[in-house]
């Protein structure tokens, strides 16, 4: 579950250069902010460090490189979800609606909970603590259970419109975040509405029992 540190220290030192005003500050600490802002994959600056980097933001991008990056299913999840990122940004058209990632956000009196999930089995999880747990395709009752949350959320990614992401969830709300080729897709209301949210519920049912498993992992 070790972060790869030298990877990490540069999109720190690239995050703190930046200084987003308008991006979200759940955590006391950096670090964890800034685990925070890559769960989403939108931000290509970021993650420079990297695989496919070149192709991604080399000084002139081919958008058909690009657009291969992201059709790849060997590649990774999240470079995928950047490079369509890329493609929406820069004007090119999207046809594809694949959902690659699943962000849960549960805000507790302790801090913010944040279980995120991705197509091919990589799983973080921030707990409210500010612990944190990652884990890239193993063991595999973790890896599984994380394409499993993203299975679940087809169904609800398919029925949303595409928004933009914004501040954490209010307490007493969970928001659940669907990260697609499109964009993101977003569900979020008290836990009383996604349960009575028949594309919704089963998305946080999926989480639990993820996030059941990463606890079991850790202790």
């Known amino acids: 579950m070790a972060y790869h540190h030298a990877m990490f220290k540069k999109l ?16 006391r600490q950096d670090e964890l902010n800034l685990v925070y802002q890559l769960l989403f994959c939108d931000d290509p600056q970021l993650m420079q ?5 070149n192709a991604l933001f080399g000084a002139a991008p081919d958008p058909r490189v690009v657009q291969t990056i992201g059709e790849d299913p ?4 999240r470079v995928r979800l950047l ?20 962000v849960v ?11 995120a999930a991705y197509a091919d ?35 609800l990614a398919a029925k949303g419109a595409v928004k933009k992401r914004t501040p954490p969830p209010a307490f007493g709300n969970v928001r659940l975040s669907l990260l697609a080729a499109d964009g993101l ?14 594309l919704a519920k089963p998305v946080l049912q999926q989480a639990q029992r993820l996030l ?6 850790g202790s």
Request: glycine share 10%; hydrophobic share 40%.
């Open 12 to 27: 720190l030192a690239a995050l703190t250069s930046r200084r987003q005003a308008s991006a979200a500050q759940p955590y």
């Open 49 to 53: 460090a990297s695989a496919a980097s």
């Open 74 to 77: 060997a590649e990774e999840s």
């Open 83 to 102: 490079a369509w990122h890329w493609l929406r940004a820069a004007g090119q058209p999207v046809a594809s609606r694949e959902l690659l990632g699943v």
């Open 105 to 115: 956000e549960v805000p507790l009196e302790g801090g913010l909970d944040v279980l």
């Open 121 to 155: 089995g990589s799983v973080q999880y921030i707990n409210q603590t500010g612990r944190l747990a990652v884990f890239e395709g193993a063991p595999e009752e973790v890896a599984q259970h994380g394409k499993l949350l993203v299975h679940a959320g087809i169904g």
């Open 185 to 198: 897709h977003v569900r979020e209301g008290s836990f009383g509405e996604i349960d009575r949210d028949p």
């Open 212 to 217: 059941d498993t990463v606890v079991r992992q």
